[in-house]
């Protein structure tokens, strides 16, 4: 499969707790994307890298999450001392900068967080 | 405000039905718009994507139409079957590449 993937797919977690999700992106894609999703909502933007530059980052984004992407590959998206208020899905998506897919985002399936 | 509603929230249809579905924005500036199908618990996937100078997109039983005079665009699934249940998210993007503006998306339920 040469789409984009996310581990783990689920994640229970007790309120106070650190969890860090994992986000590969379809490889010749340069532009990473996290966003979050609450239960019928769409989704919202949490932050862009791109290669392994964190270019934007939402005000969604407190201090209480951190998002990497090392070697412009694959990214990490940790969250600390986790509260209630986290449980969601967390999307990510890559794109190109070129080719014909330019600027399309495409989604991976996501890893839905319930904190307890 | 950029945003982007969607109607109906909700929408149950029998199998081999059509349906449309409704998406009004206002954003600016606009780039494009997409439409997704999202699977329960799966990430988005792309339907289709229309230019402002597009007024109709097919992608086999799903037709996409775009008014770009009222900003408003429509999804119509023909002869509907049990796999079209999902929910479908309308996005805009405005400008910049990450720019993307969703809809909180209609979730359609086919029944047999």
């Known amino acids: 499969d040469t789409g984009v993937s996310q581990d783990p797919r689920h994640k229970i977690t007790k309120r106070g707790q650190n969890v860090t999700f994992r986000c590969d992106p379809i490889?010749?894609?340069?532009?990473l994307y996290w966003y979050r999703q609450t239960l019928g909502q769409g989704p919202e933007f949490l932050t862009y890298f791109q290669n392994e530059a964190q270019l934007e980052k939402s005000r969604l984004l407190s201090d209480r999450f951190s998002a990497e992407r090392p070697k412009g590959s694959f990214s990490t998206l940790e969250i600390q001392r986790t509260e209630q208020g986290d449980s969601a899905m967390y999307l990510c998506?890559?794109?190109?900068?070129?080719?014909?897919?330019?600027?399309?985002?495409?989604f991976g399936p996501g890893t839905r967080l319930t904190v307890l | 405000k950029n945003q982007v509603e969607q109607s109906p929230q909700s929408l149950i249809i029998l199998e081999g039905k059509n349906c449309t579905l409704q998406c009004n924005y206002t954003v600016s500036p606009f780039s494009n718009l997409r439409w997704y199908k999202q699977d329960t618990g799966r990430g988005p996937v792309s339907l289709t994507i229309?230019?402002?100078?597009?007024n109709t997109k097919s992608n086999g039983r799903y037709t996409a139409t775009l008014d770009a005079d009222t900003k408003q665009s429509s999804l119509h699934i023909t002869a509907s079957q049990l796999s079209d249940s999902a929910s479908y998210i309308c996005v805009v993007r405005s400008g910049g590449y990450n720019k993307l503006i969703f809809g909180a998306g209609t979730r359609l339920a086919v029944h047999p």
């Open positions: 229309m230019t402002f100078s597009e």
């Open positions: 490889s010749e894609h340069n532009r």
């Open positions: 998506a890559s794109s190109s900068s070129l080719g014909q897919d330019y600027n399309e985002q495409f």
